[in-house]
């Protein structure tokens, strides 16, 4: 008959191979609920940082400076490229 200890041991193996089972499942779909609601709130217009709505005239001032790249080669649809 197994006395206290063994018992412990037991249920400690028990727990700590549960424990690794479903440890990743939980990480996973914690990870997946917080990407879902930064998606929600993305598509709402809320800032992830304070939780509040953007302020348009804000949005208005962000400005996208697109420059050329030079000396790159061109890529044709075969998966080749060349100098251009």
Same mark, same amino acid.
């Given at each position: 008959? /197994?006395?206290?200890?063994?018992?412990?041991?037991? %249920?400690?193996?028990?727990?700590?191979?549960?424990? *690794? *089972? *479903?440890?990743?499942?939980? %990480?996973?779909?914690?990870?997946?609920?917080?990407?879902?609601?930064?998606?929600?709130?993305?598509?709402?217009?809320?800032? !992830?940082?304070?939780?509040?709505? /953007?302020?348009?005239?804000?949005?208005?001032?962000?400005? %996208?400076?697109?420059? !050329? %790249?030079?000396?790159? !080669?061109?890529?044709?649809?075969?998966?080749?490229?060349?100098?251009?």
């Amino acid at each position: 008959m /197994p006395n206290a200890l063994e018992t412990a041991l037991n %249920v400690l193996i028990s727990l700590t191979l549960l424990a *690794l *089972l *479903l440890g990743p499942e939980i %990480v996973g779909h914690l990870r997946e609920r917080r990407i879902d609601r930064q998606l929600r709130d993305a598509e709402r217009g809320i800032r !992830p940082s304070d939780g509040t709505l /953007p302020d348009k005239a804000a949005e208005k001032e962000i400005a %996208v400076h697109l420059t !050329p %790249v030079a000396d790159r !080669p061109a890529c044709r649809g075969d998966d080749t490229c060349t100098a251009a």
